[in-house]
């Protein structure tokens, strides 16, 4: 538990980074982080890095590969992004992350090197480091000093531009491409491929999981150009089986060295056992594991599986009635969240707690949602973009009609009011199989206020 002092301490530092251009911008250079972390003696340099890209799963397939990385010993740094409840839980070091002191402790050390790149890149139209590119160097400065024998790496939007670009990643993951930031990124899955195509480096081991052919295309394109070795899910690894468990999944994986049968992962969904295989596969590229080794350990894998958590992910946070809470904050996240739900919970009567960010396809995403939820609660996160309850409102009348949506200000009215709902069906009888449930979904912020409201715990 942080001490209080470490707790204000930790709260002058995060208003002082909320002062810096926010993350959710982008500027398509890399001169200003590259010019920090020059100043800083290049610590990115000072471990192996694998890289994770993609649309959805980064940051679950980041958090699996660094599990299994730790259960094998070595000592690991993990920079993901967002968090959930707070901004410590984007630099882990051995699974966990940095406590408030550590990261105040972080920022005094890089704080000084600020003020001399502000401005320094284009003195005709000066731009201060933003907050992700500061929280970038901090989580490479973290590492280095720790020190840490390899870090795991998401990338915060996009590839080629992201701030974390200018570590070399020995291995490069990229997850499923979707459509989403196609404000920034484009507006094709191939123009958004090409940008999450940026991480893989001359030399690298790109480990690729299922695409669409046209995203596929561009990586296999930027692999070949830059001479990378290549390995892809459905070709090289896989799911060979997958069947459904208590407390989560049971998967028989093919990986690049070879069978891991009997595979407990504690976690929903399809799309849960594609990113534990490509995270096996990442921890077989970096070990230099293939057909010629053999497989790593299996004991270890197993054990290390066992003991993967990606909150906010479906997560169970409450029962009588249970309430879970999702991060999906796009339509191809959406699908698969609904997906997992139909498959692992039997719910009689499920009501939705939807708060959404304006610039997503919300309309899209309600339409998804609708044949699961008998009824929703529309509330707003903190978010600075977060839909206003009223203007979700009005979207989601559309989507499920005036009878089932009820409107909630605030995020704990809105659990609070869904609670109610879900207990009231019960006691009228309405549930026969099932019991009732609620899902508090639609945004990363929504998911960590809920989770930190419902547990007072941190991602």
């Known amino acids: 538990m942080a001490r209080a002092d470490d707790r204000r301490d930790l709260a002058r530092v995060e208003a002082e980074l909320s002062t810096r251009w926010p993350e959710d911008r982008l500027d398509p250079t890399l001169d200003r982080i590259r010019a920090l972390v020059d100043l800083l003696g290049a610590p990115q340099t000072a471990y192996p890095v694998i890289h994770v890209a993609g649309t959805n799963g980064k940051t679950s397939t980041a958090r699996m590969i660094d599990t299994l990385l730790h259960g094998f010993g070595l000592r690991t740094g993990r920079f993901t992004s967002p968090h959930l409840s707070s901004v410590t839980e984007r630099i882990s070091v051995d699974s966990e992350p940095i406590s408030p002191r550590r990261f105040v402790e972080v920022y005094h050390d890089v704080a000084p090197y600020l003020s001399m790149v502000d401005g320094m890149v284009d003195a005709e139209q000066p731009i201060r480091l933003s907050y992700f590119e500061v929280l970038t160097a901090m989580g490479f400065v973290a590492f280095a000093d720790a020190p840490v024998d390899v870090a795991v790496v ?38 958004i491929a090409g940008e999450k195509a940026g991480i893989i480096k001359p030399g690298a081991l790109a480990v690729l999981a ?68 490509c995270a096996l596969a990442a921890v077989e590229s970096f070990f230099g594991a293939g057909e010629d080794t053999g497989p790593i350990s299996l004991e270890v894998v197993r054990q290390a599986f066992a003991e993967v958590s990606s909150p906010g992910r479906l997560e169970p946070v409450r029962s009588a009635p249970t309430v879970l809470v999702d991060a999906a904050h796009n339509p191809a996240g959406m699908v698969a969240s609904v997906h997992a739900l139909r498959e692992s919970f039997a719910f009689g009567h499920l009501v939705g707690v939807v708060a959404m960010l304006r610039d997503k ?32 409102a009005v979207l989601a009348v559309d989507a499920f009609g005036a009878d089932r949506v009820t409107v909630e200000t605030r995020i704990d009215d809105a659990v609070e009011s869904a609670v109610r709902l879900a207990e009231e069906s019960s006691s009228r009888g309405d549930v026969v199989l099932g019991g009732a449930g609620v899902l508090v979904t639609g945004s990363v912020v929504t998911a960590g206020e809920a989770r930190l409201l419902l547990t007072g715990a941190q991602g």
């Open 361 to 392: 396809d919300v309309r899209s995403m309600l339409h998804i949602l609708e044949p699961v939820l008998d009824e929703i609660v529309v509330t707003q996160n903190s978010s600075p973009r977060c839909m206003a309850a009223d203007d979700l």
């Open 210 to 277: 299922g695409q669409e052919p046209e995203a596929a295309e561009v990586l296999l394109r930027r692999a070949g150009q830059v001479g990378a070795t290549v390995v892809r899910q459905g070709p090289e690894f896989g799911v060979t089986g997958r069947r459904v468990a208590v407390g989560g999944q049971m998967l028989d994986i093919q990986g690049l060295g070879g069978a891991y049968p009997e595979i407990f992962l504690p976690l929903y969904g399809a799309h849960q056992a594609q990113n534990a295989v």
């Open 154 to 191: 998401e990338v915060g939007l996009g590839g080629s531009w992201d701030t974390t670009n200018v570590a070399d990643g020995k291995v490069a993951v990229v997850t499923p491409i979707g459509l989403d930031h196609t404000d920034r990124l484009g507006d094709t899955l191939a123009a």
